[in-house]
Structures are given as C-alpha cells and as structure tokens.
C-alpha cells in the first residue's frame, strides 16, 4: 500500500507530533492559516505583521528547527516530513536573515494582498460567519499599521522594494478603499446572501468597511509620500537572491544559467509546435493569424463573467466525472470543486485548497480585470484542466484526502510552487496526451500558455541576473520584457502588463511553473524506462500524489529511491 492510501491508519510518530504542534503554532501567529485550512484560531484576527511579530515567528522556526534535529525517523513518512519541514525552516532562516521581510512589497504576494485577500476564504453563510468577518475588519488597521512599521524598519535599514512595485500597490490598495471597492461592495452584499441580520450587525460591517478601507489609504499614503521617495529603482534582485527565492520555489537547487538556456530552446520549440497547429486551423497561417480566426469566431466565446463562471464550472464537472471513471482514482469529497469569480479584478487565476474537513471545497478562482467582458473558450479550456482535474485539485485535494497517512502540515501546508505548478503543467499536456485537447483550437491554447511559462523563464531569469537580451542590444528592463511577453503570449494588454509587474516582483516564482514540469516528465519518463514493461501510468500518478505537497529534490529521492 502506498504511502497516503486512505485505508490503514498509520501510528502517529514524535515527528509528526513536532509537525502538527508547527501548525499550531503557525495558525495562532498568523489566523489566515487557520481559515485557509478550516481549523478553528482567532479568525477575526491578523497576524502581526510588525518587527516584533516578525521576530516571534522566527524563534518559532528556530525552537522547530531544534526539535526536529534531534528525534529520529520512524519510518518513510517520517523521512519526508523531517527532510522537507526542515528545509522549509531553514529557508525561512536564510531569507529572513538576508532582510526579505523589510521590503515585502510587490503586487501579487506581499502583506498588501494577503490582507485582504483572507476574507476570500473566510466563511459567510451564517450570521456568526459574518459577526468573525465583522470583527476581522475592525482589526485590520492593526495590520496595516504593523506592516507599515516592517516597511519603515526597512526604510532605516536600506532595505527597500522595486520603486515599480510600491507604485502598483499604491493603486491596488486605492482600488480596494474607493467606494465601489472590495470592502464595500463585500459588506453590502451581506445581506442578500445570508438573509436578514440583525441591524446592529448591519452597522458593524458598515462600519467595518469604513475603517478597513481607511486602513488601506492609510497604506496607499504611506507607500506614496514615505516608501517610494526612497524605494531601488534597480527591480533585479541579483544572483544570491535570486537564487535563494529559486531553492524557496523549488524544493530544488538548479543550475540557473543551464535553465536560462533550456528556457529559450522550449521557447523556440514551443513556437514551432504553434505553427505547426496554426497551419491546421487556417492553411499557410501564422500564429497571429490563426488567433485572429479563433478571435472571431463568435462560437469560440464566452460574454460576461456569469458565462465565463458556468462553463469552467461545466467543464471541470465533465472532467471529473470523466477522469474518475478511467485514468485516475478520485476519492468522493475531490469530486467537488467550485469555480468562481474572484471578487477583485487583477489579473490573476487561481486555485485554493479545500478545507481540512472538505466543508469548504476547493476553488478555482479567476480575478477578471476591470473592462474584461469577453472570454475565449478555446484559449481557456486548459486553464480549467491546469487548475481543477487532473491539475490542481487532484494533486492538492488528494493530500486533504489523505489523513490516514499524512499529518496536517503534510496534508495542507507542504509543497512548493515547483512541486503544484509543476504538476499543473504536466497535467495540462497530459490531458493532451489522453485526447481532451484533440481540437486543434485547444491545442493552440495550451500552447499558448505553454510558450507563456516558457518565456518567463527566459525573462525572470533574464531580469534578475542582468542578462544580455536575447538581440544582444543591452540588458533586460521593463520595456524590453513587456514587448518580449506581447510577442509570446496573447492575453489582454491588462493581464500581460500584471503578469510583467508580477515577475519583476516575485523573482525565483514564475519559472518554477516550467522547471517543475520538466522535473515532473523527467521522473516519469526515468521511472518508466527503469520499470519498462511493468510500468503503470496511473500508478505513478497516484503514488507521486499520495506524497502530498514536497520539494522537487524530496520528490526525486523518493520517486527514485
């Protein structure tokens, strides 16, 4: 029986004991652990995002990090947990100590966002729901306050963002506080779903909103008059870092200039294979010109996001219904998934686990852009494979699924961005391979995030150790890499300009999409050529996912092993 498989409870061990005290610990410093995984914690809380909490949270990792290096494995779930835990702390060590944490600000996946982002997740059904998210916004400015004070720290210490960054978020945070914003429009919709409440709750949301949204001008006047006056202009990170945020994304230590190279031969080889399949939708055609067919062609397309929101939720229940009965075991409570429209308009598509319990099922969340209004199915259809099944939701939910075998840190907080948007990918060509995408349409959509990821390897890489562009004229900036992503993928010019902001912000994270991919067809193409005839497509499926969440080098070891 492999390690996961629901059916025989496994004894729990010191390390596992060590590994759910760390949740523990993890969900009373920061609350947005608590509602991300569905355990009970200070949900009307935030964590404290000031120096001082900063510094709890790091002698928290320390005293973890002890504990764990002197209690021995018992057996390979052990060995997993105790090496990637590990790991996780000791990255947590370096990155704090190289002063990360002072300039934490980028438009995607910093306090800014995160803040806000929590009430996403947080239940609303009930009245008791909406009195924890009341009181939730009647904290926020302490988060907000203690963020701002990390941020001066940095100011002090030298320790700046990318002035492009703080100028980002200056404008999210005043798109979340105007009046037709996230906080009022999330209050006001209270009523109309979960009934009539009591007034007096009424006024404390209103209220809520109102000191919330004020908190975050607070936040867009701070970033404005008193972070970006002395914010780097410099948006590279540099090698060290870079390559520090590479091993965090990862799990993995890769050559970077090796990588670099491999990006822009998948990027060619990406390019082929779109004209290749252009050619079948219209005879001679370019890639442009084949888009420009499908763009026009009305049954191609989805009007409005309530369209948009019923077929990814269509798709994705055909697929798991389709899937389940053939190439992949799929335990009940995975069979659910909702898709959803996100209630903020930046960009970005995105996938959240279920809940411990699978009170809260998993969902694919997509924050469409403001003026967006038109969808491309074709373009798309992979995007609901990458996220739901066999991508996102398989490999996460299964994890959830897997109680019996794995721990809470194992089940739901495990894993790097290489392990699960590795995986994404990998089953995006997988669903290519069992004949979803035989439409040459779909194929060309795939592919064209396919290509994406591909260039931004090239980019990210490029960006942040000061590469020569690829027509030799200079090094990369902004303008460069925004003209680069144009001409290697097709999204919007909203969605292309965040995507850049993004990269430029979050170095190390964009390519571990494609380098975890190719880790992933790495280890299957390896373990099939060593098991040959016997070897078993869905058995290795099953046997990599029932490891939950691990660093790619971890899964190597054990796939390998």
Request: hydrophobic share 40%.
């Amino acid at each position: 029986m492999t390690e996961g498989t629901p059916h025989a409870q496994r004894i729990s061990t010191p390390i596992d004991a060590i590994a759910e005290k760390w949740v523990v610990t993890l969900a009373e410093l920061n609350p947005d652990i608590a509602v991300w995984i569905g355990i009970p914690g200070r949900v009307g809380e935030f964590a404290d995002h000031s120096p001082a909490g900063h510094e709890e949270y790091m002698k928290a990792a320390r005293r973890a990090i002890t504990e764990l290096e002197l209690v021995e494995i018992a057996d390979h779930v052990d060995r997993v947990t105790k090496t990637d835990l590990l790991a996780e702390l000791r990255l947590a060590v370096e990155a704090s100590e190289a002063g990360l944490w002072k300039r934490d600000v980028n438009v995607i996946a910093s306090p800014a966002q995160e803040i806000r982002e929590t009430f996403d997740l947080m239940p609303h059904a009930s009245e008791a729901d909406w009195e924890a998210i009341s009181a939730r916004l009647a904290n926020l400015p302490g988060a907000i306050d203690g963020y701002i004070e990390t941020l001066r720290l940095g100011i002090r210490e030298r320790q700046t963002p990318a002035r492009r960054q703080v100028l980002e978020v200056i404008e999210q945070a005043r798109r979340n506080a105007a009046p037709d914003g996230f906080f009022f429009s999330f209050t006001g919709n209270a009523s109309t779903e979960s009934g009539k409440f009591p007034a007096s709750l009424g006024v404390d949301l209103a209220n809520g909103a109102s000191v919330a949204a004020a908190a975050y001008l607070k936040l867009a006047s701070f970033l404005q008059n008193e972070l970006a006056p002395v914010a780097t202009e410099h948006d590279a990170v540099g090698r060290d870092l870079y390559q520090l945020q590479s091993r965090r994304f990862l799990g993995a230590t890769i050559d970077l200039d090796e990588t670099y190279e491999w990006g822009i031969e998948e990027l060619q080889r990406m390019v082929a294979e779109q004209t290749s399949i252009a050619r079948e939708i219209k005879p001679g055609a370019s890639v442009q010109e084949a888009i420009s067919v499908l763009e026009a062609d009305p049954s191609r397309k989805l009007y409005g996001t309530d369209a948009l929101q019923k077929w990814m939720q269509q798709l994705s229940d055909t697929a798991i219904d389709e899937l389940s009965r053939t190439h992949f075991d799929v335990p009940d409570p995975v069979r659910r998934l909702e898709c959803m429209i996100a209630p903020t308009h930046e960009g970005g598509i995105y996938y959240t686990s279920p809940s411990d319990d699978f009170s809260r099922a998993g969902r694919m969340w997509w924050s469409v852009p403001e003026g967006v209004t038109e969808f491309d199915t074709w373009r798309e259809k992979t995007t609901v494979y990458h996220e739901g099944i066999p991508g996102h939701h398989l490999q996460l939910g299964q994890a959830v699924y897997n109680r019996a075998k794995l721990n809470t840190w194992r089940r739901q907080l495990a894993g790097t961005s290489g392990h699960a948007e590795g995986w994404a990918l990998y089953a995006e060509r997988l669903m290519q391979d069992l004949g979803y995408l035989d439409d040459p349409a779909d194929r060309l959509g795939m592919l064209d995030g396919q290509r994406m990821r591909a260039a931004r390897v090239v980019l990210d890489i490029g960006v942040h150790l000061g590469k020569q562009r690829l027509d030799a004229s200079g090094h990369w900036d902004f303008d460069y890499a925004l003209d680069f992503m144009r001409k290697n993928c097709s999204m919007n010019e909203p969605s292309i300009r965040f995507e850049v902001n993004r990269y430029f912000g979050w170095p190390g994270q964009a390519p571990s999409y494609k380098v975890g991919q190719r880790i992933w067809e790495q280890l299957r193409d390896e373990v099939s050529s060593r098991e040959g005839a016997a070897f078993s497509m869905k058995q290795f499926h099953r046997r990599a996912l029932d490891l939950g969440g691990v660093g790619l080098d971890t899964l190597r070891a054990e796939l390998l092993g």
